[in-house]
């Protein structure tokens, strides 16, 4: 057979072309869910010794993988599906990366131009599935081996790796459409790469996010900076070189920094200006008007507690976000400045661009807050009936230096706010907040151990069950996964929807499963525990486990929901009455 008759070989040649532009531009981890005219690409990412591959059935559950991986590494990660419904299935876990600005490179196969919208078996369209949830879109046609077709898609795929990088990370799509035969014959050889295309990439990739300062002119900030201001991070706060420009001009400033649990800044070395506890002692009436700032410096997403949020409303608020993504829910930005945090932070320590430092009382009037409720929060939960609260900081007491935590949406990662305080020990907090869904946890904590960051989840009983598939992945993890079971979606307990018709059944929803031999089949350890004496002991366990079994291991918390939320609305209560804070 000539070459030009060969279509698998043509394939074949064109998406090794592809992938070697991926990789030039970062690509080292790609998640394939099998299928047949996603061939080419597997072979082609088969044949590129830089790639790690990971097969994983479900396209939902790979997605997620994906996801956590590309968290923790910080470099894009692939996907390849075949044709038809199987990518939809990405969809989810696209939105949360398009939200929470995560890197992936969605290659979906496709049917060739001649076979879509002719009633063909598996054919759907897939042009623009996605929406605006990916930074691009591509279907650059049918594979072609002129050179300038494989110089084309070779630098698409370099150009993709670098728009996902760039000022505003993010999902790309490039969808694919091979004609048959989708196996090339036997004596079928890809083309060497093209001289020059590492450099192109590179080139590309330079123009990432990160740079070193913003576009356009220094930005004016004398008319909203006046009086007292806090700086408030939010999600994703944290970027390279960041953490140390920020306490530096914090202390130039003279304000306090309130670190929301996924800024990346609540964990690790920190200044006398690190803020935790607002959740709770802004609860105080009288405290929450002391305290009031006439101005906002704000790094980051929208911070995860509502209190805090409601009371940032009407404050003048500056936002500096690399990807110029206008995130103000309260509609109180005045200036939204498209700069790299680390450089900004820098050209405020400037005394010709800040503001005035703040009065010296101000910081310590935070800094004393923020002790008083240290202390109140130990001595409350010294007497309280054990519950999540006491569980958390078991937990981030033994966490090690460096580690990952994966805590769920809904009550985990709002507990882990209110209880957690701050620590010198770099802890790294993940948590899908972009859109804020229950799906695909399970698959994220495996892809983030997958991505390089050894992470221990913490999840609900629901959140949990919602993603079976991330089960098979798990045996590889070496830290547990922690299921608080109180019996459902115990966040609706203290909304408004307490108390409904029907309420146990349509919001809490309750599944009553038996997780010990839910899991067994999935090669996974369980240990079920009911008190703190119990958990230590399994968390003890855990982590001293030969991390040669190939086991992984699931502790399930077996927690009563009324206790856990009379305690903490207690303590809520007696916060909102005090009159020593």
């Not at 998640?31 to 080419?40: A, M, Y």
């Not at 590129?48 to 894009?76: K, Y």
């Not at 704000?298 to 949020?309: I, W």
């Not at 200036?335 to 405020?348: G, R, S, V």
């Amino acid at each position: 057979m000539s070459e030009t008759e060969d279509q698998g070989c043509i394939n074949l040649r064109w998406a090794c072309a592809l992938i070697e532009g991926l990789c030039a531009g970062g690509l080292r981890q790609v998640v394939i869910s099998p299928g047949s005219r996603s061939t080419p690409l597997v072979l082609a990412a088969q044949r590129q010794c830089a790639l790690e591959l990971t097969s994983i059935l479900d396209e939902r559950s790979a997605a997620f993988f994906a996801l956590g991986a590309a968290s923790a590494s910080g470099r894009p990660v692939g996907l390849i599906c075949t044709s038809g419904s199987a990518l939809a299935h990405w969809l989810p876990a696209v939105i949360e990366a398009s939200e929470s600005e995560i890197s992936l490179i969605l290659l979906s196969a496709d049917r060739p131009p001649e076979l879509r919208g002719w009633g063909a078996n598996q054919t759907i369209d897939q042009s623009g599935l996605f929406g605006g949830y990916v930074r691009e879109f591509h279907d650059p046609g049918i594979a072609e081996t002129r050179p300038a077709a494989l110089k084309m898609i070779r630098t698409l795929g370099a150009r993709a790796a670098a728009v996902s990088l760039g000022d505003r990370p993010g999902p790309v799509h490039l969808n694919l459409p091979f004609r048959e035969p989708l196996v090339p014959g036997p004596d079928c050889l890809p083309f060497p790469a093209a001289s020059g295309v590492t450099e192109r990439a590179q080139a590309l990739q330079r123009a990432r996010a990160w740079d070193t300062g913003w576009r356009g002119q220094a930005p004016d900030l004398s008319s909203t900076m006046r009086g007292q201001g806090l700086i408030c991070c939010g999600p994703g706060a944290e970027s390279p070189g960041f953490a140390t420009a920020l306490w530096r001009c914090a202390d130039r400033l003279g304000v306090p920094v309130l670190c929301d649990p996924l800024s990346g800044l609540r964990f690790g070395s920190g200044g006398a200006q690190r803020i935790t506890r607002y959740d709770s002692f802004l609860r105080n009436p009288a405290t929450a008007e002391t305290l009031k700032p006439d101005w906002i410096l704000r790094f980051g997403r929208v911070p995860l507690s509502k209190t805090l949020l409601g009371w940032l409303a009407d404050i003048p608020t500056i936002l500096v976000a690399p990807s110029g993504v206008w995130s103000d829910p309260n509609h109180d930005v005045r200036q939204c400045i498209p700069a790299d945090p680390a450089a900004f932070c820098h050209w405020l320590q400037d005394p010709e661009c800040a503001p005035a430092s703040a009065d010296p009382h101000w910081l310590d009037q935070w800094s004393a807050a923020e002790r008083r409720l240290d202390r109140l929060a130990a001595d409350y939960l010294a007497q309280a009936p054990w519950c999540e609260a006491h569980l958390l900081l078991d937990l981030l007491d033994r966490l090690a230096e460096g580690d990952g935590l994966l805590c769920a949406n809904s009550m985990p990662i709002r507990q882990l706010d209110t209880w957690s305080g701050s620590r010198e020990k770099v802890l790294r907090i993940f948590g899908n907040r972009g859109a804020s869904g229950i799906d695909g946890q399970t698959s994220t904590l495996a892809g983030l151990n997958a991505g390089g960051v050894a992470s221990t989840g913490l999840l609900g009983d629901l959140s949990f069950l919602h993603d079976l598939s991330g089960l098979l992945l798990m045996r590889s993890i070496d830290r547990p996964c922690i299921v608080l079971n109180n019996g459902g979606g115990r966040i609706f307990d203290y909304l408004p929807q307490l108390g409904l018709p029907g309420f146990e059944q349509f919001w809490r929803t309750p599944v009553p499963v038996d997780l010990a031999a839910l899991v067994r089949p999935f090669g996974l350890s369980h240990r079920a525990v009911t008190d703190g004496a119990g958990f230590r002991e399994a968390l003890l366990e855990a982590f001293d486990m030969d991390r040669a079994s190939g086991v992984g291991q699931v502790i399930e918390v077996h927690l009563d929901g009324d206790v856990s939320r009379n305690v903490h609305q207690a303590f809520w209560r007696h916060l909102s009455s005090s009159t020593t804070l």
